[in-house]
């Protein structure tokens, strides 16, 4: 099955500055990849989402790459603010979604 | 749109007994429920993926006799933690996905199961 690996666990920046997070995946198969935001507590927000025929999204601060070839995607948030201090978890769709183990990221102000 | 209702929020149940979850869709078709389960500080671990009218597929490790997964209708599903023991304690959230399959889950918003 499907193997989703995350990188890193943690990720602590200054407001304003960059945060990138990155995912492998094992099964050339896949061709969803998702990614969700989950606050304590609280269910998972999708904020954004590839599809395997794209390389590249962007919403407004969010991005999201994919590489087909080397397996792995990655999500980049420019700008950060604290309010996007949360835990993000990257997936991998073919006939189930897998998710990394997720990054905790904290925006400090 | 693609809104996904799970209940109860939260339980407490005595070790022993059994507790039934449901998730429902209310604004679209589901065809495919997936169940995780969530520890603290940790991923969401796929423990069921089910089809409706079929029997749930069960992720290795994952007991079918435990966790009895019923999906009879196309808006509802429902997990049943049978026998429940402490270990059982965790956050469950079941989601959705309509007819596409390249296309997000939709997330109940969880239940908190505490077996004492």
């Known amino acids: 099955g499907e193997n989703v690996e995350q990188h890193p666990s943690t990720l602590s920046v200054q407001e304003g500055d960059s945060a990138v997070i990155k995912c492998t995946y094992s099964?050339?198969?896949?061709?969803?990849f998702p990614w969700y935001k989950q606050e304590l507590g609280k269910r998972p927000q999708l904020i954004i989402d590839?599809?395997?025929?794209?390389g590249e999204k962007k919403d407004q601060r969010i991005a999201v790459t994919l590489n087909k070839t080397a397996k792995h995607f990655s999500l980049h948030i420019t700008e950060t603010q604290p309010e996007d201090s949360a835990v993000y978890f990257c997936a991998a769709n073919y006939n189930d979604m897998r998710f990394g183990a997720g990054t905790r990221l904290t925006v400090k102000p | 749109g693609a809104v996904v209702s799970q209940h109860p929020s939260w339980v407490i149940c005595k070790s022993g007994t059994s507790v039934k979850i449901e998730c429902r869709s209310l604004d679209f078709q589901a065809t495919t429920m997936f169940w995780y389960r969530q520890f603290p500080k940790q991923s969401l671990m796929l423990m069921a993926t089910s089809n409706e009218g079929s029997k749930a597929t069960y992720e290795q490790g994952v007991e079918k006799d435990k966790f009895l997964i019923n999906h009879a209708s196309l808006t509802l599903s429902t997990l049943t933690v049978t026998s429940a023991h402490p270990e059982d304690s965790s956050f469950y959230i079941c989601?959705?996905?309509?007819?596409?399959?390249?296309?997000?889950?939709?997330f109940g918003n969880g239940t908190r199961l505490t077996v004492t």
């Open positions: 989601s959705a996905r309509g007819r596409r399959k390249v296309s997000p889950l939709h």
């Open positions: 099964d050339s198969a896949s061709n969803y």
């Open positions: 590839i599809r395997s025929n794209v």
